[in-house]
């Protein structure tokens, strides 16, 4: 059997407290999972590697914080949107990404820019670190 | 490249099965009216359980198995197996039964589970039943008295419908339930910031004027006659104000669900044998042609509008029915969005047209292209597990031509049901009376 019983989601974890965003990426088809799991979603497969993720990525969807989508302890994000996020190893994921505002929504969409560049980073939260993305400088 | 979705093939069933009987209690707050504050579990879910059996003609020891949803037992009831806790209450003492909860899908999966039980052959006659206290608690150590359950208490428990091993930790799938079908729309459709708003509003109206004739619903005051009291001659401009404040990026306050208590049933059989389960009852029966369902876990992007598309293809694949052909639609749309955006993805409203339907009226009860005409999770109410049985009880009933003063303005022969929820499950099926 090729699965092996293993702590995926506290090494991505242990990776973030080193500095490292890492995803599984699989060894048939290519496919990255991000964030990690066991097998492959495109292919099925349960030969993956874990792989550092370059970072860069583009923003496709944009919606703005409001009242029920707000939460006290996400005021240390600054500005920021929801969205939907590829990166550049292709996968897909729904995540927020800092330095968005109203007023940058609506030039990129007047503009028709959509999807917009953005890169990931390592947010810490309360007791942990996370990954949040940061819209690029050029927008 | 479109985030990964894979694909099922669904097959047709062993054997038809259709609808015999419902049964639907009036959604309400319990805890509010003296006369309804008190009730258990046990005696909403057996109403809605005997009043299908009734319905049905079908003796509760006819019934070989019953499946039981509730969305939230641990938190709402104290239960753990919620099923074996209401067991004694209509005649089924003994027989076998299964609890499940799909959040705010199970009373979908609640005819999914039962189709499929009655298709296999194991049974030939099932009860399917769904109970939810969706706006009060069991008070611990007390048998029967319940508290009233605040938004923060509610909201507390929302969170554990997301994985808490990235999804939480990302903080995006929980909080884009609210906006991102309606960001979706907006964009691929090319409406402006006003033609969204008011479609978001039109459908809140439309919902609240088919309630407003449906004598179990919730909430039936219409939008207009609240307008007039606030002092607005338009209603639209009623809806625009901080009266309907915006509680998303596009979501306004109407636009959210009414949590509420209720319990609704169905009574499936195989459809050779209709005759002899219902006796002397001479309503027809409804065939449930086929189902589509399909999930995408919150960090799935779009995950609504994803899953809603494979559910609908696989339904229309397994049925062979056309779009055209479905009469009335239904859409759990405890976020009001859901209501325009599966209907279009089902070929019900024509692509990009749907929000203009919505504004011209014409999906309310007496329009041409009624959508939940019960009033929806808007205005008839959110027990979360039972209101996809209350959807397919007012189905039923319209298809039967006993809607009262809610009934269509045509006879329906096919409908279209689409369950959403439980970050999330999106279960569709269509059916259709039968000849």
């Known amino acids: 059997m090729s699965v092996k019983l293993e702590k995926v989601v506290e090494t991505f974890y242990e990776n973030l407290e080193q500095g490292r965003i890492t995803g599984r990426k699989c060894k048939q088809c290519g496919a990255v999972e991000f964030p990690p799991v066991y097998a492959c979603n495109s292919c099925g497969s349960t030969d993956m590697e874990w792989v550092e993720i370059s970072g860069k990525a583009k923003m496709y969807s944009i919606v703005m914080p409001a009242p029920l989508s707000m939460k006290p302890e996400y005021k240390s994000l600054g500005k920021f949107a929801y969205g939907e996020v590829e990166i550049e190893e292709g996968a897909r994921l729904n995540a927020v990404v800092r330095g968005m505002t109203k007023k940058k929504r609506k030039e990129i969409m007047e503009n028709k820019k959509l999807p917009v560049s953005c890169h990931a980073a390592i947010y810490q939260r309360d007791g942990y670190k996370t990954v949040v993305f940061d819209l690029d400088e050029e927008q | ?435």
């Open chain 2, 1 to 435: 490249m479109d985030s990964v979705m894979n694909e099922t093939k669904v097959h047709p069933y062993s054997r038809g099965v259709s609808i015999i009987g419902v049964g639907c209690t009036p959604f309400m707050y319990t805890v509010d009216n003296p006369e309804t504050n008190g009730l258990t579990e046990g005696e909403m879910f057996g109403y809605a359980a005997l009043q299908a059996m009734e319905d049905a003609g079908v003796n509760p020891q006819k019934v070989d198995f019953y499946f039981h949803g509730e969305a939230s037992p641990l938190n709402g009831s104290n239960y753990l197996t919620p099923n074996i806790q209401v067991a004694n209450w209509f005649g089924m003492k003994g027989k076998a039964s299964i609890h499940h909860s799909e959040a705010c899908c199970t009373g979908y999966y609640a005819v999914e589970e039962a189709v499929n039980a009655v298709a296999s052959g194991k049974y030939n006659c099932v009860l399917s039943g769904c109970v939810e206290f969706g706006d009060s608690l069991a008070v611990p150590g007390h048998p029967y008295k319940r508290e009233k359950m605040t938004m923060d208490k509610f909201l507390k428990t929302t969170s554990w419908l997301y994985d808490r091993n990235y999804t939480r930790s990302l903080m995006a799938g929980q909080e884009l339930i609210y906006d991102d079908a309606a960001e979706w729309y907006k964009r691929t459709r090319g409406l402006t910031d006003q033609q969204m708003d008011d479609t978001l509003n039109r459908m809140c109206i439309n919902n609240r004027r088919n309630a407003s004739v449906n004598p179990l619903a919730l909430e039936r005051r219409t939008y207009e006659d609240i307008a007039k009291e606030k002092g607005f001659d338009n209603v639209m401009d009623y809806m625009r104000s901080p009266y309907n404040p915006q509680m998303g990026d596009f979501l306004r306050a109407s636009g959210v669900e009414l949590k509420c208590d209720g319990a609704a049933a169905v009574i499936v059989c195989a459809t050779e044998l209709v005759d002899r389960y219902m006796g002397n009852k001479n309503h027809k029966a409804v065939e449930v042609l086929g189902t589509g369902c399909a999930a995408c876990e919150a960090t799935t992007p779009h995950f609504e509008v994803s899953a809603t598309k494979e559910a609908v293809r696989q339904v229309y694949e397994v049925t062979g029915v056309k779009p055209e052909e479905i009469d009335i639609f239904y859409a759990n749309d405890f976020i009001i969005t859901s209501h325009l955006i599966s209907a279009e993805i089902a070929g019900y409203l024509p692509y990009g047209e749907g929000w203009k339907y919505i504004c011209e009226g014409r999906t309310a009860y007496d329009g041409d292209k009624p959508i939940n005409t019960n009033g929806g999770r808007t205005s008839f109410g959110h027990a979360h597990a039972a209101s996809g049985l209350a959807d397919l009880y007012e189905a039923v009933r319209q298809m039967r031509g006993e809607a009262g003063a809610g009934q269509v303005k045509f006879l329906p022969k096919t409908a279209m049901l689409r369950g959403y929820g439980g970050a999330q499950n999106i279960c569709t099926y269509i059916i259709r009376t039968a000849e």
